[in-house]
């Protein structure tokens, strides 16, 4: 193993450890469950319950979600790249700049392989 190819292992070594830790540091998983309320209907739900507060409305809508919701969960590995979250998606940015650079260092590994 030649310089060039040491330097490249060093760092594809480096940047696979933060693509790590951006999946476990960061909570980009390739899972993602949420609780799917599109199918309730909320009108007539409403209609069938008085509230005398705010904060029993509160109580009594996140009951409902967990009675009538469903479960769903989404698997794949986009999801290591792309976190959706309620105010819209989050980007692994460092994730993806750390697979180029892992990726480049394999092909220079290859490639400096008879120097």
């Known amino acids: 193993m030649n310089d060039k190819q040491r330097l490249l292992v060093m760092i594809g070594s480096g940047s696979l450890i933060v693509f790590i830790i951006t999946i476990f540091g960061l909570g980009f998983t390739p899972v993602h469950k949420w609780l799917d309320t599109t199918e309730i209907d909320w009108e007539y739900e409403k209609s069938n319950v008085d509230w005398d507060s705010k904060e029993e409305w509160y ?4 009951e409902l979600k ?19 979250t309620k105010q819209g998606e989050r980007t692994n940015w460092l994730g993806i700049i750390a697979v180029f650079n892992i990726t480049l260092c ?4 290859s490639l400096f392989k008879n120097t």
């Open 59 to 62: 109580e009594w809508a996140e």
């Open 106 to 109: 394999i092909v220079g590994f």
């Open 66 to 84: 967990k009675e009538k919701g469903i479960q769903r969960t989404k698997i794949g590995l986009p999801l290591l790249f792309s976190k959706p």
